[in-house]
């Protein structure tokens, strides 16, 4: 076999692997970034706990209190945009030299490795003069287990 021969072979070989996305690189994307809400104080107005947490899973009114529950995912130091990247480099370098066959150790790693922190956050609201809802007490708990929130693949 000449060069050219094999050249025309290995080329397009090596073009895939290149550009191919493998799941565990695909699963590095998706993780969640680091989120600490910076909301979360007593004495926060709700609307600032909405618009940086979303709507509440429920709400309760009663006299002049109101109780929200919340959820969120925290995806921590890990998964920061260098240590992403970091992670999608060395998957793609495993993806070329063993042709994919690698997917079988990262994707299990990225999965329960790299997984998010839940959080659930239950905060009661009082009625202010001003006539909007400040927190009085705020409970975050973090959930144990992997991150409901990830996305198989």
């Known amino acids: 076999m000449n060069l050219k021969a094999l050249l025309r072979s290995t080329i397009p070989l090596l073009a895939i692997s290149f550009f191919a996305s493998g799941c ?20 926060a107005k709700r609307v600032d706990v909405i618009a940086e947490l ?23 130091p ?3 945009g260098a240590a992403k990247a970091g992670r999608i480099v ?17 994707m299990p790693t990225e999965h329960f490795g790299f997984a998010g922190t839940d959080h659930s956050v239950m905060i009661d609201y009082s009625k202010s003069t001003d006539g909007l809802w400040h927190a009085v007490t705020i409970q975050n708990k973090v959930q144990k287990g992997p991150s409901a929130k990830k996305d198989a693949i």
């Not at 979303?54 to 921590?76: C, F, K, R």
């Open 24 to 43: 565990a690189q695909v699963m590095a994307i998706r993780q969640p970034r680091p989120f600490t809400p910076v909301s979360l104080t007593s004495n």
């Open 78 to 80: 890990k998964n920061n």
């Open 54 to 76: 979303g709507q509440p899973l429920t709400s309760e009114e009663h006299s002049n209190l109101l109780t929200d529950a919340y959820s969120y995912v925290d995806g921590g």
């Open 90 to 106: 060395l998957y793609t370098a495993g993806d070329v030299f063993t042709v994919f066959l690698d997917q079988i150790i990262w």
